[in-house]
């Protein structure tokens, strides 16, 4: 299983991203994808999650909730983080992981969104 996100960049404060996270491998028996980031010199947290084995409810970071939007195709084998409003504090390192039922965890390498005047 690969992980592959995209679509990280500079951007100015109040300005949106798309971040996409496209999936090689079995996309069965999952159990949750999600977004992390980490900024420098933080910790990585988690930003949003998509919980297939609940039946696709979705949570979010409280700094993030309003402005951020997780969602999937499942034919495109893809995850999105839609990111509006962004703000120098969303400065980070952004990851797209899967968690299997039973496990295990796979990691992509993250994409980098900088927001900056």
């Known amino acids: 299983v690969q992980l592959q996100a995209s679509g990280g960049g500079l951007v100015q404060p109040g300005e949106s991203l798309r971040l996409s996270c496209t999936v090689s491998?079995?996309?069965?028996?999952?159990?949750?994808m999600g977004w992390y980031r980490q900024a420098p010199g933080k910790q990585r947290e988690l930003v949003a999650v998509i919980v297939i084995a609940s039946g696709g409810s979705t949570n979010y970071a409280d700094s993030v909730k309003g402005r951020f939007t997780i969602s999937r195709d499942n034919a495109k084998n893809t995850m999105y983080l839609q990111m509006n409003n962004l703000n120098p504090e969303d400065t980070a390192v952004y990851s797209c992981?899967?968690?299997?039922?039973?496990?295990?965890?796979?990691w992509g390498k993250g994409t980098l969104v900088t927001v900056s005047s």
């Open positions: 992981s899967i968690l299997y039922l039973g496990g295990p965890r796979y």
């Open positions: 491998g079995s996309i069965f028996n999952i159990n949750n």
